[in-house]
């Protein structure tokens, strides 16, 4: 099956700074991605939807400066949650879909972010 | 606006039982229905994907149905395995001009005592 691999799996920073979460497709193109974010006990919440080449779509409430995405290639986005502050620490999960119009979309493994 | 209820929220059942897990949405126009699963710490994994023509679909021990007239869904786990701890999520997507939007219910917290 397609294969999401998702990287760090875990960070701890210091508020203030910035961090880089990596999320490839390894065994597919992946013309969309979605990251989202997992408080403990909560469902997955829809941060924003990332298109291969253009910006992202961010939903309401989500701050694009903080969180900025970038989709540069068919199989890589990234997502760096910038100045960050205690309130960030969560789970940050991404998926990415085959093809442009298909309705699976395959998991990656997970974030954990601490921001002490 | 798109909603999927999931119950119980938690259940804890001896290993070897059965158990059924329950997704209700008002999801519209409807794409299709997935079960995952998802262990602590991880990224969940599919375990169905369910279209409006389906009406069950098996995996291994799980087994899900789908009634597209009542809006309900149901995961059902037969013979639990310690490894079936977990939390299942239901996420039903629309189909949004070609584009399929997820909405993600609470989960399950499934515990499997020996």
């Known amino acids: 099956g397609a294969v999401v691999s998702q990287h760090p799996s875990w960070v701890i920073c210091k508020s203030g700074t910035s961090v880089k979460i990596e999320c490839r497709s390894l065994?597919?193109?992946?013309?969309?991605m979605f990251w989202y974010r997992q408080f403990p006990k909560q469902s997955l919440m829809l941060m924003a939807t990332s298109n291969e080449g253009s910006k992202a779509t961010y939903e309401q409430g989500v701050e694009k400066d903080k969180f900025l995405i970038n989709h540069a290639s068919l199989t890589l986005s990234t997502l760096t949650v910038t100045s960050a502050h205690p309130e960030d620490s969560s789970f940050y999960i991404c998926?990415?879909?085959?093809?442009?119009?298909?309705?699976?979309?395959?998991f990656g493994q997970g974030t954990r972010l601490t921001v002490v | 606006k798109n909603q999927v209820e999931q119950s119980p929220q938690s259940l804890i059942i001896l290993e070897g039982k059965n158990c059924t897990l329950q997704c209700n949405y008002t999801v519209s126009p409807f794409s299709n229905l997935r079960w995952y699963k998802q262990d602590t710490g991880r990224g969940p994994v599919s375990l169905t994907i369910?279209?409006?023509?389906?009406n069950t679909k098996s995996n291994g021990r799980y087994t899900a149905t789908l009634d597209a007239d009542t809006k309900q869904s149901s995961l059902h786990i037969t013979a639990s395995q310690l490894s079936d701890s977990a939390s299942y999520i239901c996420?039903?997507?629309?189909?949004?001009?070609?584009?399929?939007?997820?909405?993600f219910g609470r989960g399950t917290s499934l515990i499997v005592h020996p």
């Open positions: 998926s990415a879909r085959p093809g442009q119009w298909g309705p699976e979309a395959f």
């Open positions: 065994d597919f193109q992946a013309t969309t």
């Open positions: 369910m279209t409006f023509s389906e």
């Open positions: 996420v039903v997507s629309a189909n949004s001009r070609g584009s399929y939007i997820p909405t």
